[in-house]
């Protein structure tokens, strides 16, 4: 998509047309699509206590990936009901209370998806933090080409440890728009329209200069969560364009944040022969550092001492393992994920904040599964959501 604008240059839509939910915020949203897949307990148990046409009505959970077809004959009905929603104009800035204590706040609006970018080795405004899987789009497209309205889960990430932009959505006027508690373990939410953006423009200007100050080129943020969705946003503008489908509608998190927090993702392995995988393992992985591999019980094991080196080899090794041998990988949060019968557990070390930007500046794109935004229940939920047709 070529862009008549200056390279350094990005749109931000601070005043475009946002869907809210009807009634209740907690009758309506849910967690983000791709959390719970190895637990669809916990889906079934929200489409117990949830409404007709909440959020859950128009997304599909990974975890039900194997009904695809189903499931999104049924997402093009509840796109039959129109009267979900009211229009408001401007940009909604976000507080959340997880059920961990934790308070988090974002500004949701649109970009333009000239200005990002998920290829390897790419100077794009916005760019994806780790690799993107291109099969994972496809099931994506199905979704968003049925629908005529995009319900999104990406976060976006700013460097903005002076809070340059956050102090503007302080001193903004706000209405409130919404204001209650999610079902699943979500916690509190708080939505509040700000509809004079001309301060928050001049913000996002400034962390650009920056930017451009500390890195040597521009950069507006880097993709957090929702890379997927906001790739399969671009394929939709690229391969089947309308008049509004050429932006996306994104929450944007300053990195720093309090009520952020970056976590590691460990490595759930389970394979026919153990004693091979073990085996294998100690002499295919290298390095000065050393981790841990419970089956069930802690076995330490070395590996490289940079982390993303690390991540890379384990990887590696294990893909190529099950490629070959059979077997499964999973991706699981918390230490007490690791410890699970039959399975190798294998636990990798955090990515700090403050590591972010320069690692994908410098090095590129990160391996997936590098980092987690937090548990689970803490992931973004579904409630704004925009026209694409």
């Not at 970018?117 to 899987?133: C, D, F, P």
Request: charged share 25%.
């Amino acid at each position: 998509m070529t862009k008549s604008k200056n390279q350094s240059e990005i749109v931000i839509y601070f005043n475009d047309e946002i869907l809210i939910p009807n009634g209740d915020v907690g009758d309506f949203a849910v967690v983000a699509c791709d959390q719970f897949s190895s637990m669809p307990e916990y889906w079934t148990e929200l489409e117990k206590v949830l409404p007709p046409h909440s959020a859950l009505d128009y997304v599909l959970p990974e975890c039900f990936l194997a009904e695809a077809d189903e499931r999104i004959r049924k997402i093009k009905s509840s796109a039959a009901a129109n009267d979900r929603f009211h229009a408001v104009r401007g940009t909604v800035a976000v507080t959340r209370t997880t059920m961990y204590g934790r308070t988090r706040r974002g500004i949701v609006a649109s970009v333009d998806l000239s200005d990002y970018e998920y290829a390897v080795g790419n100077t794009a405004l916005i760019r994806a933090s780790e690799r993107t899987i291109e099969e994972r789009i496809p099931p994506r497209v199905k979704i968003r080409e049925a629908l005529d309205i995009e319900l999104p889960h990406i976060m976006l990430l700013v460097d903005d440890p002076e809070n340059v932009l956050f102090g503007a959505v302080s001193a903004a006027k706000k209405t409130t728009l919404y204001d209650g508690e999610l079902k699943g373990g979500g916690g509190h939410i708080k939505g509040e329209l700000i509809a004079e953006t001309t301060e928050l423009s001049a913000a996002v200007n400034r962390l650009i200069e920056q930017s451009t100050a500390k890195y040597g080129a521009p950069l507006f943020a880097l993709v957090g969560d929702g890379n997927h969705s906001l790739a399969t946003a671009k394929y939709c503008a690229t391969h089947h364009s309308t008049p509004l489908n050429g932006r996306a509608l994104v929450e944007i998190v300053n990195i720093y944040d309090e009520g952020l927090v970056f976590e590691p993702i460990h490595r759930l392995v389970k394979v026919d022969d153990p004693v091979m995988f073990l085996d294998s393992f100690k002499s295919a992985v290298k390095g000065s550092a050393t981790t841990t591999i419970y089956a069930p019980n802690p076995i330490e094991v070395s590996v490289p001492d940079d982390k993303i080196e690390a991540i890379k080899a384990v990887d590696k090794f294990c893909e190529t393992f099950v490629k070959h041998f059979g077997g499964s990988i999973e991706y699981v949060h918390g230490d007490g994920a690791l410890k699970r019968d039959g399975h190798f557990g294998i636990k990798m070390r955090g990515m700090e904040k403050n590591e972010l930007f320069p690692a994908v500046v410098y090095g590129g794109v990160l391996p997936k599964k590098t980092f987690s935004l937090g548990e689970a229940e803490e992931k973004r939920f579904y409630v704004e959501a925009r026209r694409i047709k």
